[in-house]
């Protein structure tokens, strides 16, 4: 077992006579460890209110940032501790557990939940692990991560789910500018209301509009181009809009807006 200072600057390996001895330390240091957790998840709410959970995962780096050529290929693999944080609108990542009020306010990274998604989790025996998709401006970033325990894993997935979907449902609508038949124009998406495009300039006239039930397909080309099929014959019924922009985070909060609808139902997306 190894355990880790909270600044991530000291660690030490405990070794036992044998695997049930571990087992049992290692299900002590963790109990104690929880109960810790959560005191400081209450000594935290202090400086952020809306803060909702806390906790360590190990990452497994990504092939971006891997970019010291003096490194091996077995530290290039080594999945790297790190300090995680859920609020009501944002997953926060810190290089070590923060030790003030400021600290807590400035993360090393940070992901708006509206447009974070969890896609999938691996029950295997001794690594629980999942991976999360954060839709960027600059594209999607993808997160390895592997949880203590299967417990754990289960608490950060549900965290993490329905943190998304409230943050769906805080926000009801995402307004964006873009292009439609080289007319500009402004997408709106409504969690009741579905999909209204308008035109830019006084008036903002409404060129068409359509419920989340017509959409049949949605896809992006990683670029700027988003594309909109719902059903039918008529020019509104395949859409296709430039937002100028990486459209990633547009598709995944209509997804998170769609899942939210779906868990409000009663059922699972």
């Known amino acids: 077992m190894e355990l880790h200072s909270p600044d991530a600057v000291h660690s030490c390996i405990l070794r036992a006579a044998d695997q049930s001895e571990a087992i049992g330390w290692f299900n002590t240091l963790h109990s104690a460890l929880a109960l810790l957790t959560a005191s ?3 000594e935290a709410s202090r400086f952020i209110p809306d803060l909702r959970h806390i906790g360590w995962f190990l990452r ?3 092939p971006e940032s891997q970019v ?4 091996s290929s077995e530290d290039a693999e080594r999945w790297q501790a790190v300090f995680a944080a859920v609020t009501d609108s944002e997953l926060r990542f810190y290089e070590s557990a923060p030790w003030s009020g400021e600290s807590w306010k400035t993360p090393a990274e940070g992901y708006a939940l509206i447009a974070t998604r969890l896609v999938g989790s691996a029950r295997r025996q ?3 692990e999942f991976s999360i998709r954060c839709a960027t401006v600059e594209g999607v970033v993808t997160h390895q991560l592997r949880a203590e325990t299967h417990r754990d894993l289960a608490v950060w997935a549900k965290t993490l789910v329905n943190g998304s979907h409230a943050s769906a449902v805080t926000q ?3 307004v964006c ?3 439609w038949k080289g007319r500009p124009t402004q997408l709106v998406i409504h969690y009741e209301n579905g999909f209204t495009l ?4 006084t008036g903002s006239r409404t060129l068409w509009r359509h419920s989340f039930d017509q959409l049949r397909h949605s896809s992006d080309d990683g670029k700027r181009m988003l594309f909109l099929d719902f059903g039918g014959s008529g020019e509104e019924s395949e859409v296709e809009l430039d937002v100028e922009v990486c459209p990633k ?3 995944f909060i209509l997804h998170n807006f769609l899942s939210a609808k779906l868990h409000r139902l009663g059922l699972y997306a």
């Open 249 to 251: 985070p547009i598709v």
């Open 177 to 179: 500018r873009c292009t």
């Open 126 to 128: 001794d690594n629980p």
């Open 40 to 42: 400081a998840l209450h």
């Open 68 to 71: 010291s050529s003096s490194e």
């Open 172 to 174: 009801r609508e995402f």
């Open 198 to 201: 308008l035109e830019s300039g």
């Open 60 to 62: 497994k780096p990504r």
